[in-house]
């Protein structure tokens, strides 16, 4: 059985005003300890599982971490879980730490795919964000990545950061376009509690400016367009945020999608085995501290229930482009005792196909053309 191996790395340069992950800026000398307890923490798992065919660095910025490190933690996962050939090795990275050294070190390590936070061509939208590279740093990362021989990179976009307007996100998907990654995320700025810009934004104050995030309408349009100008540059659209050129798809991320097992290792990081969940703290001192006194830095532990991995092959599975196969799931989970809610779920799919906001083809349920980015409320309508 293959599955994933994703390493988190919760550092970063400075923390951006729109973040809600469990990052933080700290000093360098933490690095090191860091890596050492994920090799450790790597060292002591079950490996019983099978070896893994994908395998992702992310973050925060593990770009930050030296190649040496990135390399020990890579020889380690070889070594005890077995990483299978030809495995899909992703860094994530964000532009101004992307060197031409750097990027052939990385290539020697193993890595085959670099996946860069651009997240907008726009200098005023990036300096608003609190992100430390500028516009030109996001084309020379791209010349040192070329040069030292990946050809499968991905960027991200924000649609929605402030001070975003048609305009400027109209020239961030002409510049994206004319860079040709292999892999386009784009994402609809999140306004919640768990970021400064969230918390501002929800409280009526100024800072992060704030004042200056685009309407829902805007963002909704932004990201219309950029599904009509991706397309017609020949990226396929096959998960909501995610647009791949053939051959390019994220195969790390498929597996979370699709309900396949990964094993999560560092601070915050989470696991799945196809029965349950878990997940290590999130604070990274916390974390080294307890692989240091041979503790499980294991923080809570889920039992995934029928009823819950039912609703998950319905919210993940239509998440992606080709939907969720109806017949399989009716053979699935009927044999399970769950006649009763498929029916009720049949039925609330044929409310939402005369609304116009999914569709059938076959036995296959897909969100309808155009409301991809309503997905949320479609969710909430099916799920009850």
């Known amino acids: 059985m293959s599955l994933g191996a994703y390493i988190q790395v919760p550092f970063c340069q400075t923390k951006c005003t729109y973040c809600n992950f469990h990052t933080g800026?700290?000093?360098?000398?933490?690095?090191a300890p860091y890596a050492r307890a994920v090799c450790s923490e790597i060292a002591a798992s079950d490996s019983t599982g099978g070896a893994a065919d994908t395998?992702?660095?992310g973050g925060g910025t593990p770009s930050l971490l030296d190649p040496a490190?990135?390399?020990?933690?890579v020889d380690v996962l070889r070594q005890r879980v077995g990483v299978?050939?030809?495995a899909e090795i992703t860094l994530e990275a964000d532009p101004e730490t992307i060197t031409p050294e750097k990027a052939a070190a990385w290539l020697a390590v193993g890595f085959n795919r670099i996946s860069m936070g651009a997240q907008s061509f726009s200098d005023a939208e990036l300096r608003a964000a609190g992100r430390m590279h500028r516009r030109a740093d996001i084309f020379h990362a791209t010349d040192a990545l070329c040069a030292a021989g990946f050809r499968n990179t991905g960027m991200d976009l924000i649609a929605g950061l402030p001070h975003q307007t048609h305009e400027s996100w109209d020239e961030s998907i002409v510049e994206i376009?004319?860079?040709r990654p292999g892999h386009i995320s784009i994402y609809m700025l999140e306004i919640d509690e768990g970021s400064?810009?969230?918390?501002?934004?929800?409280?009526?104050g100024p800072r992060y400016s704030a004042g200056a995030i685009p309407a829902d309408d805007a963002m909704a349009e932004f990201y219309e367009s950029a599904c009509a100008r991706l397309a017609a540059a020949g990226y396929e659209h096959y998960e909501i945020s995610n647009w791949a050129l053939p051959g390019c798809r994220s195969r790390h991320n498929l597996k979370y999608w699709r309900r396949e097992p990964y094993l999560g290792f560092g601070a915050g990081a989470h696991s799945f085995d196809g029965r349950a969940r878990w997940a290590n703290v999130h604070d990274a001192a916390r974390y080294v501290a307890a692989i240091e006194e041979g503790s499980s830095p294991r923080e809570q532990v889920e039992t995934v229930t029928g009823e819950q991995a039912l609703d998950e092959e319905f919210f993940l599975g239509l998440r992606q482009l080709e939907g969720v196969d109806l017949d399989r799931i009716a053979r699935q989970y009927g044999a399970q005792g769950f006649g009763p809610r498929i029916a009720d779920l049949r039925g609330r799919i044929a409310a939402l196909c005369s609304a116009g906001l999914v569709e059938m083809d076959g036995p296959q349920l897909r969100l309808a053309p155009g409301r991809l980015s309503v997905s949320n409320e479609v969710f909430v309508e099916l799920m009850g």
């Open 25 to 31: 800026v700290v000093a360098r000398d933490r690095y």
């Open 55 to 57: 395998v992702y660095f």
């Open 196 to 204: 400064r810009l969230g918390r501002e934004s929800l409280a009526g």
């Open 69 to 73: 490190l990135l390399a020990e933690i």
């Open 84 to 86: 299978a050939a030809p």
């Open 177 to 179: 376009l004319a860079l």
